[in-house]
């Protein structure tokens, strides 16, 4: 993330970005809110003509794609400029057909990112685990899904961390 698009990186920027974005709107999926921190995320995915599998319950695919970017972009907003954020790997295991709306509420607590800070202080990299569960209109799971990311500090990021390290143990 460069330093100008870090500038521009808010949540309400984020959420109409998303919004507008072509995979999602055409998947049904819309992000319904982000928190001002990012730590807390509710994504809707609207069951439509066009996203009904041949058993008339929510494709398999959209489903994943409902949970895919957003634990990165969280992290993109909470770390800033200095980290790389990437989606590493996922799986999902459905658990039973989305007849109807599908919803997703991603949190990051605070003991994750303090996890995440420690793992890359000195710019080794981090792989934090999540997991989401996609739920019906009845608050039933109708999905799991697991999602590992990559965190790391930027490189001229890195450099300072280690140079401070040293300093410090003199």
């Known amino acids: 993330m460069s330093?100008?698009?870090?500038?521009?990186?808010?949540?309400?920027?984020v959420r109409f970005a998303l919004n507008s974005?072509?995979?999602f709107w055409g998947s049904g999926i819309?992000?319904?809110?982000i928190s001002e921190?990012?730590?807390?995320?509710?994504?809707?995915?609207?069951?439509?003509?066009?996203?009904?599998?041949?058993?008339?319950?929510?494709?398999?695919?959209?489903?994943?794609s409902l949970t895919d970017p957003i634990y990165a972009l969280m992290l993109m907003g909470i770390l800033g400029e200095e980290y790389y954020v990437w989606d590493k790997e996922a799986s999902i295991n459905f658990?039973?057909?989305?007849?109807?709306?599908?919803?997703?509420?991603?949190?990051?607590?605070?003991?994750?990112?303090?996890?995440?800070?420690?793992?890359?202080?000195?710019?080794?990299?981090?792989?934090?685990?999540f997991i989401v569960h996609v739920k019906d209109t009845h608050g039933e799971v109708v999905a799991e899904v697991q999602r590992k990311l990559y965190v790391r500090k930027?490189?001229?990021?890195?450099?300072?961390?280690?140079?401070?390290?040293?300093?410090s143990s003199d």
């Not at 330093?3 to 920027?13: A, D, E, N, R, T």
């Open 21 to 23: 974005w072509p995979p």
């Open 37 to 64: 921190d990012f730590r807390q995320v509710k994504v809707k995915l609207k069951l439509r003509w066009w996203n009904k599998n041949a058993n008339r319950t929510q494709y398999g695919g959209s489903i994943f």
């Open 95 to 129: 658990i039973k057909p989305g007849k109807g709306d599908l919803f997703a509420d991603f949190e990051l607590h605070a003991g994750q990112l303090d996890e995440i800070y420690q793992q890359t202080a000195l710019g080794d990299k981090s792989f934090p685990e």
């Open 30 to 33: 819309k992000i319904v809110s």
């Open 3 to 13: 330093s100008l698009f870090s500038k521009v990186y808010k949540p309400g920027m």
């Open 154 to 167: 930027k490189p001229k990021y890195r450099q300072v961390a280690e140079s401070q390290v040293e300093l």
